[in-house]
């Protein structure tokens, strides 16, 4: 069996050179400089999630009562 050189691990970096920072919740890579930031992306952000079904305001009385 042969040994082989011992290979440097690649850096964590695309290809322009910035370096990927990924969600604190999902780990998906972020791509925005304001999740960056922060750490999370949008939909995984508290303070910048949007509710996406509104609940009670417009809802029909129930019949009957």
């Known amino acids: ?5 011992a290979q440097d ?3 964590d970096t695309t290809a322009g ?3 990927r920072i990924y969600c604190r919740r ?5 791509h925005d400089a304001t999740s960056r ?4 992306g949008p939909e ?8 996406r079904y509104p609940t009670g305001a417009d ?3 129930i019949p009957g009562t």
């Not at 069996?1 to 050189?5: E, K």
């Not at 999902?26 to 972020?30: G, W």
């Not at 930031?37 to 999370?40: F, I, L, P």
């Open 9 to 11: 691990a690649l850096p």
């Open 17 to 19: 050179g910035r370096t």
């Open 59 to 61: 809802q029909d009385p």
């Open 1 to 5: 069996m042969t040994s082989r050189p």
């Open 44 to 51: 995984c952000d508290p303070l910048t999630r949007v509710q």
């Open 26 to 30: 999902c780990r998906r890579e972020l």
């Open 37 to 40: 930031t922060r750490g999370m």
